[in-house]
């Protein structure tokens, strides 16, 4: 099974911009790659804040170019999202019996589960597993087929990374989620948004990636703690292949227009020389 990541799309409405970049012309292009090149994927995901401020223009202007990719697309929530106008525009998204936008996609190679960490109640940007949706983590993991990878999908990560002012904001209750999956099964691979960089580790065993954002990024800074230091570093899309027992991850900075050539061509390497 074959699919792509994409995070943190941070959509205002049409014809606005945020930090100085328009996410619509991103993820256009993101789009345009993907069904040029990746005809054979299963699904699209897109893991969280796909609006900046969760207003309905914006959720409108997502819906267009979403609309646009060939292969179907799975969507989580973020802490700049709204249920109410996400559901007005995504109305066929799967939600659990509680209303949290977060579901079971069983497939032949793969268990895929998305969960919903946004607390909308939240005074700041923390995210949170409450009873209820740790409930419903627990009976996805208790219930998953145990012949196939179980792949788990959230937006908020339950760990610190050393990005300072991004820890403060994490999932909130991390050992609620810890407790759920230790009685019952850790997942295969661990997939998140929400830092707007591309980090990979291990968190109590568990393989993990954090996905860098579509729109503006956080800067590879660990000394702040007072504000979010921002960068424009170019986005990219993660293609990712499950299969026999191996999980193998590519990036794709999908936005460089730069040269291709043969790195055994000699006259390659006497021109980048110069």
Known sequence: MKFVILTDTHFVPR????????PAERLTAAVDRINRDHT??????????????GEDGAYENLASVLFRLNAPTILLMGNHDKRDPFGRHFPGVGRDPSGFVQAVHSFDAATVVTLDTLNEAAPDH???????????????????????????????????TGLRYMDGIKLANPEAEWDVIA????????FMGHLHRPISG???????????????QVAFDFKTADHIPGSHEQPDYSHVTVSAGRVVIHQCSFLYDG????????????????
Request: proline fraction near 7%.
């Open 202 to 216: 291990l968190w109590r065993g568990i393989p993990f990636h954090i996905q860098r954002a579509l729109a503006h």
């Open 259 to 274: 040269p291709l050539f043969s790195l055994q061509d000699r006259a390659a390497l006497e021109w980048i020389g110069r």
């Open 126 to 160: 923390a995210g949170l597993l409450c009873e209820a949706r740790l409930a419903f983590l627990e009976h996805a993991l208790a219930s998953a087929p145990g012949d196939r990878p179980l792949l788990v999908f959230q937006h908020h990560p339950p760990f610190d």
């Open 40 to 53: 054979d994927i299963a699904f699209v995901i897109v893991t969280g804040d796909l609006a900046h401020w």
């Open 183 to 190: 009685r019952t099964r850790k997942p295969d691979y661990l």
């Open 15 to 22: 014809g606005s911009k945020i930090y100085g970049l328009d």
